[in-house]
């Protein structure tokens, strides 16, 4: 069997690393795409680093990629994560997309959130899905200016999951099964540093995502599962948002 080729967005740390490791770990070859430590640098908040992945992945691949997991991801109150969350995740779908055509078996997955279904502003999810970036980045600044800045992270995921589930289809008609992986709180060093070690804002998170399973998850376990969703195994599952959160879905749309 061929050895399979993965591009992984964020690889540099947190679920991205790891999930490159466990792919890597099972033999694949893995170019890893990051703004720091990575065999392929690039800055996807803006258009020069999303063609600088595009260009980065096609040379250290040789025209053929068989998986693509976009994981590179911000969770501040600022336009810079509706940039990247969702404008350079799609870029990085996208822009990879031809190099997936020439694979067998080819198969995408980016990485959502949990807090989708709990925090999101409307107004800016649609913001994001007129597809005007500028609008989408200007969308999210009011939001911030107005207060309510720790909206702006669970919209830009609301939006990426509407798009993908679009996207879906039409990457379907052309062979390529498409879906999201949603986090609930996985146990990272940005998750530690955004809420995890200040105890209040920890019991306020865990409030409002219970995680019957543990609270927080196991980095391990999402990334078994994005590497699962590439794998040349999952030939018939597209368009869907697989919530790996230890029963906060559950729970909270019952
Ligand atoms: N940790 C959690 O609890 C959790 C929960 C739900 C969803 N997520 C999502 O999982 C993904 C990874 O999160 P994580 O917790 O591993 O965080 P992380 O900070 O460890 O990883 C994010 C990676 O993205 C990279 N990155 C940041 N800005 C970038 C840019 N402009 N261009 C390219 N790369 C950039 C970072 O360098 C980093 O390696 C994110 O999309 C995040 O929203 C995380």
């Known amino acids: 069997m061929e050895t399979r080729i993965y591009a992984v967005?964020?690889?540099?740390?947190?679920?991205?690393?790891?999930?490159?490791?466990?792919?890597?770990?099972?033999?694949?070859?893995?170019?890893?795409?990051?703004v720091r430590d990575a065999d392929v640098l690039a800055d996807l908040t803006t258009p020069e680093g999303r063609d600088s992945l595009?260009?980065?992945?096609?040379?250290?691949?040789?025209?053929?990629?068989?998986?693509?997991?976009?994981?590179?991801?911000?969770?501040?109150?600022?336009?810079?994560?509706?940039?990247?969350?969702?404008?350079?995740?799609?870029?990085?779908l996208e822009g990879l997309r031809p190099l997936l055509a020439a694979?067998?078996?080819?198969?995408?997955?980016?990485?959502?959130?949990?807090?989708?279904?709990?925090?999101?502003?409307?107004?800016?999810a649609r913001a994001c899905l007129t597809m005007d970036e500028d609008a989408a980045a200007t969308a999210?600044?009011?939001?911030?200016?107005?207060?309510?800045?720790?909206?702006?992270?669970?919209?830009?995921?609301?939006?990426?999951?509407?798009w993908l589930r679009r996207a879906a289809l039409s990457w379907a008609g052309a062979g390529i099964p498409l879906n999201a992986v949603a986090p609930g709180v996985v146990d990272t060093?940005?998750?530690?540093?955004?809420?995890?070690?200040?105890?209040?804002?920890?019991?306020?998170?865990?409030?409002?995502?219970?995680?019957?399973?543990?609270?927080?998850?196991?980095?391990?376990?999402?990334?078994?599962l994005l590497a699962w969703t590439v794998s040349a195994a999952n030939s018939f599952m597209t368009g869907q948002i697989l919530y790996a959160d230890g029963g906060a879905e559950a729970t909270l749309r019952p």
């Open 189 to 224: 060093l940005t998750a530690r540093a955004a809420f995890l070690d200040d105890p209040r804002t920890r019991a306020l998170v865990a409030a409002a995502m219970p995680q019957p399973l543990g609270f927080p998850g196991p980095v391990d376990a999402v990334a078994s």
């Open 9 to 34: 967005t964020g690889a540099a740390s947190g679920i991205g690393a790891a999930t490159a490791d466990q792919l890597a770990a099972s033999g694949a070859k893995v170019i890893r795409c990051d």
């Open 140 to 162: 999210a600044r009011a939001l911030v200016e107005a207060g309510h800045g720790r909206a702006v992270y669970p919209s830009s995921k609301l939006a990426l999951n509407r």
């Open 54 to 92: 595009v260009s980065g992945v096609a040379a250290a691949s040789g025209g053929r990629l068989d998986g693509v997991v976009a994981v590179a991801g911000l969770a501040l109150p600022s336009d810079l994560t509706v940039r990247l969350n969702f404008f350079g995740t799609i870029a990085t």
């Open 103 to 124: 694979a067998e078996q080819p198969r995408a997955v980016a990485v959502s959130s949990l807090s989708a279904i709990v925090a999101a502003d409307e107004g800016l």
